[in-house]
């Protein structure tokens, strides 16, 4: 396994992270702003009514893209492994 290998490994497995975990993030600031903006419009200033609507959508989003998220999953792994052979030599 030389320098290249490992390096061009991390960055597929770091572009994985960023690509699973972007979409989820992007709403949770989406609905953020929203919340926000609302608060700001009608001088509420609780803490849990930010929280909650995040909580809420982070977890529909999770389980809306799940699906999208373990193929992803499964086609890096299987990749990986499909190269452990030659990254032994």
């Known amino acids: 396994m030389t320098e290249y290998t490992i390096v061009e490994l991390f960055k597929q497995t770091f572009y994985l992270c960023m690509l ?3 979409p ?3 709403l949770g600031m989406i609905i953020g702003v929203i919340v926000s903006i609302f608060q700001t419009a009608t001088s509420i200033q609780e803490q849990s009514l930010t929280f909650i609507p995040k909580l809420l959508i982070t977890g529909l989003a999770m389980i809306w893209l799940a699906p999208w998220m373990l193929s ?3 086609q890096f792994s299987i990749q990986l492994l499909g190269q ?5 030599r």
């Open 20 to 22: 699973l975990s972007a």
């Open 24 to 26: 989820i993030l992007i």
């Open 72 to 74: 992803r999953l499964m």
């Open 84 to 88: 452990l052979q030659t990254f032994a």
